[in-house]
């Protein structure tokens, strides 16, 4: 079933939407990020979260390295990273 979230605060890689409606489809996926009088309509859920932010999952990528070694090597070159450890 299509979800409409709308009047939330809407976090984008690009912006802030202060009231923001996010419509995810029946696929599960996120089909429209935007101002609301802008949305598709959607036959399905409408949720009311003013008040509330929506925010992309996040994921840490950050990592440290030593001596300029970057700890995503292939596998064969791991040991040379042992190494100079």
Do not use: K, W
């Not at 709308?6 to 939407?17: E, N």
């Not at 003013?50 to 390295?65: E, T, W, Y």
Request: glycine content about 12%; aromatic content about 4%; some cysteine.
């Amino acid at each position: 079933m299509a979800t409409c979230l709308y009047g939330a605060r809407v976090l984008t890689p690009t912006s802030v939407l202060e009231q923001g409606t996010v419509v995810v489809g029946n696929d599960g996926r996120i089909a429209y990020v935007g101002a609301q009088d802008s949305a598709p309509r959607v036959d399905g859920l409408h949720l009311d979260l003013r008040g509330r932010i929506l925010a992309p999952g996040f994921i840490d990528i950050h990592q440290q390295g030593g001596n300029r070694i970057s700890f995503t090597l292939a596998p064969d070159r791991l040991g040379e990273a042992q190494e100079v450890l």
